[in-house]
């Protein structure tokens, strides 16, 4: 890390103290390791709220002793989340807690404080609340391990670059392919479904393209590539979220692509499932519900391609004529806009 780095680090961090120094409540909830799936409303209470002065006070000056001297990410989930609030009740920061001495959003990287968050509160819960992943991820943040986990799929980089030169594995920039075509899933162009028939309609329609993706284009057997995504403001990876995670928890670590305005990066990890796994179906559903977004699913060999979304997907046979075919197949399901969005 060069000096301008740490400058920079350290000045986020104090900016974000001086942000929540007037702080005189604060709210504390479960973090993303305890996002429910299907979404419930359970996150809108918290699980305590500390108006007492001297305890807001000091939880502040915490937060000034965060130390960003190491540009790490902690592969876990925050375990709490921390609203802090002003006399006016305006909202004036969110800390996420990943365990007692790190926390997540100071600046850029993860960062340790000085002494334990709120241990008195911790203590008092009827079970830890820290992620599973957060002993081991700690563990290895203070051992100074790299940030960004290296990626051992360069296979797939190679064979990315063979089948789509001169693109990235992003979903809505893989859009200037003469082989795309979009299908809604649901009738009417309705975005989100608003009951279980719609559900039922929604994986119906993903069923029946993908199996038609994998009977036209064949390839080796049903087994498929599926990526999913997590997003920061550095390089550095960040945790998939908790329902994502959990379906997929085995995924690897495959690269890190940058927005081309440099504000925001995708982290991509990748897994490999047969069509048939209902864990790709609980996928499907998440993204259904907006939970998550720039899903892939490629062929093992990846000849085709599909991104679905809530609202639909993005289809990328092997061949324009198979395009040509599946359009003709699904016209009812077509956009009625000229863009074809």
Not at 1 to 27: C, F, G, I, K, W
Not at 197 to 214: F, I, K, P
Not at 259 to 283: F, I, K, M, S
């Amino acid at each position: 890390m060069t000096s301008a780095d740490l400058d920079d680090l350290v000045s986020q961090v104090r900016a974000a103290a001086d942000d929540v120094s007037a702080a005189r409540r604060v709210e504390v909830y479960l973090g993303a390791a305890h996002e429910p799936y299907p979404p419930d409303e359970r996150g809108d209470t918290p699980v305590a709220v500390v108006d007492d002065p001297e305890v807001v006070a000091h939880l502040v000056a915490q937060l000034g002793t965060a130390d960003p001297t190491r540009r790490v990410v902690v592969q876990a989930l925050s375990g709490l989340t921390l609203e802090l609030f002003s006399a006016d009740d305006d909202l004036l920061g969110i800390v996420h807690v990943l365990s007692p001495h790190w926390l997540r959003g100071l600046c850029d990287y993860d960062a340790r404080v000085a002494s334990g968050v709120l241990t008195d509160l911790v203590d008092g819960l009827e079970e830890a609340p820290w992620d599973r992943a957060a002993a081991a991820a700690v563990a290895a943040a203070e051992s100074g391990d790299p940030v960004v986990m290296p990626s051992r799929l360069g296979w797939l980089t190679d064979a990315w670059a063979d089948r789509w030169p001169g693109t990235r594995p992003i979903s809505h920039t893989l859009r200037v392919s003469d082989r795309w075509v979009r299908f809604h899933s649901l009738p009417d162009s309705q975005r989100y479904p608003d009951d279980q028939a719609g559900y039922a309609e929604v994986l119906r329609r993903h069923r029946a393209v993908l199996d038609e993706l994998a009977v036209r284009d064949g390839g080796p057997g049903r087994d498929v590539l599926v990526v999913t995504c997590s997003w920061s403001q550095s390089p550095a990876p960040l945790p998939r979220s908790a329902p994502v995670a959990a379906t997929f928890p085995s995924s690897r670590y495959w690269m890190s692509v940058d927005d081309p305005e440099g504000e925001v990066w995708t982290h991509l990890y990748v897994d490999v499932v047969g069509l048939d796994d209902p864990r790709l179906e609980r996928l499907l559903r998440i993204v259904a519900d907006g939970q998550t977004a720039g899903v892939l699913i490629l062929a093992s060999d990846l000849a085709w391609l599909y991104a679905p979304y809530d609202g639909g997907a993005d289809v990328y046979p092997a061949r324009l004529e198979h395009r040509e075919q599946l359009r003709a197949a699904h016209a009812d399901w077509l956009s009625s806009t000229a863009s074809g969005l």
